[in-house]
């Protein structure tokens, strides 16, 4: 599962930097591009040995939802840990897990697989 993960995630990082991805390119009037964990909280805190590792995880797509510009407005600075709970119940309809260590930095591979899992199953159905 890992390597099937870990080419997933390279080839969105490829993709990203062929089409200099930005994410205002893809947002609307209303909704906003959202890292779940915030990407500036990532950059600082996620070690991985390899920096092409590290941005691939800190760039991934498995971290972006599209929120309410309000909604993006209110919990722009905070962590997820924080934000998320006053969320809750809309949670699963953005691919979130509900287990709320998976919030954590340390969950972080673990949260990014899970929303892929979910986003797989859901075209399957």
């Known amino acids: 599962m890992v390597s ?6 390279r080839a969105c ?4 930097r062929l089409s200099r991805f930005n994410k205002s390119h893809i947002q609307t009037k209303s909704e906003r591009c ?8 990532l950059e600082e805190n996620l070690i991985s040995d390899d920096p092409d590792t590290k941005e691939i995880l800190v760039n991934s797509l498995s971290n972006i939802t599209f ?14 840990e ?7 119940n809309s949670i ?12 954590k930095l340390e969950q972080y591979s673990t949260f990014l ?8 199953g859901l075209a399957y159905l």
């Open 113 to 120: 697989e899970y929303r892929i899992s979910a986003r797989v």
């Open 34 to 41: 959202k890292s779940i964990l915030p990407e500036d909280f």
């Open 92 to 103: 699963q309809r953005h691919f979130i897990p509900s287990d709320k260590s998976m919030w």
């Open 82 to 88: 924080e934000y998320l709970p006053n969320y809750i």
């Open 13 to 16: 990082c490829v993709i990203f």
């Open 67 to 80: 929120v309410h510009k309000d909604i993006n407005s209110e919990i722009e600075d905070e962590s997820s």
């Open 4 to 9: 099937i993960y870990r080419r997933f995630i």
